[in-house]
């Protein structure tokens, strides 16, 4: 007698039920696994034969893919008669007023500088050149290391934007060159603050100068007078010392 197996003893039930029996919305797709070819000694999956579907992979819901008598806009049509928009054309240079006052911090209206044209500079001003020049000289070599520290600035801040790595250690030097050249007329203008300070002391101690007065000039010059002594020519000799006559010696 053959051995009943232990899932009917544990659930009977499932002896009623025709173990064939399948879903009826499975039936098409079981139908075509049936008649598909099976490849013997392979662990390839079975193929299904293509069912000669058009709309197989088309969503229903998006309404995807070419409706009928659709067309594509790839295909020619006639341009020339046409009116469509033209493309604005792309500018890459900036154009600008050529004179206008931010391109003092460009050189050469360039956004950075390479390191050999950064660090083509001199040396920084003495204060024995800058004696020599007058304050509006002074004035507008200050203003012009002032756009340079400016200009400086600006390519740090872009350099470290655009993350180039180079150009800091020229930039540096070329910066320190220019405080330099500043530093110098600040010693130059503190030495004529000194200089005229001293020069007022010794006005107001003048009798022949009167600050007080705003009315006319401050210096009053002192009549001449002939008779008043004056000191020696320089070409005029001097007379000759008067010796002592000697002592006679006296004899022991």
Request: charged residues 30%; aromatic residues 6%.
């Given at each position: ?36 070819p ?5 662990t ?14 088309l ?52 956004l ?8 083509r ?21 200050w203003?012009v ?17 655009l ?34 300070q ?55």
């Amino acid at each position: 007698m053959a051995a009943i197996p232990s899932s009917r003893i544990l659930r009977p039930g499932l002896s009623s039920k025709n173990p064939d029996a399948l879903l009826s919305f499975l039936v098409p797709s079981i139908q075509c696994m049936r008649n598909a070819p099976v490849a013997r000694f392979s662990t390839s999956p079975a193929l299904c034969k293509k069912d000669n579907n058009k709309t197989r992979g088309l969503s229903a819901v998006r309404n995807t893919g070419l409706r009928p008598r659709q067309t594509l806009s790839v295909k020619n049509k006639d341009f020339e008669n046409q009116q469509l928009p033209k493309p604005v054309k792309i500018e890459n240079k900036v154009t600008g007023t050529p004179d206008h006052g931010l391109w003092d911090f460009f050189k050469d209206q360039q956004l950075l500088q390479t390191p050999v044209e950064e660090q083509r500079h001199g040396r920084a001003w003495t204060v024995g050149e800058l004696r020599s020049r007058d304050w509006d000289s002074l004035h507008q070599l200050w203003w012009v290391c002032v756009k340079e520290r400016n200009r400086l600035a600006t390519e740090k801040i872009e350099r470290k934007r655009l993350e180039a790595g180079y150009g800091d250690l020229e930039s540096t030097h070329r910066d320190r060159t220019v405080q330099e050249t500043m530093k110098a007329i600040l010693d130059t203008l503190a030495e004529r603050q000194i200089a005229y300070q001293e020069a007022l002391e010794l006005a107001k101690r003048d009798p022949s100068i009167d600050l007080s007065r705003t009315d006319g000039p401050q210096y009053t010059q002192e009549p001449y007078d002939p008779l008043e002594s004056e000191e020696a020519p320089y070409d005029a000799q001097p007379e000759p010392a008067v010796e002592e006559p000697a002592k006679a010696k006296t004899l022991a």
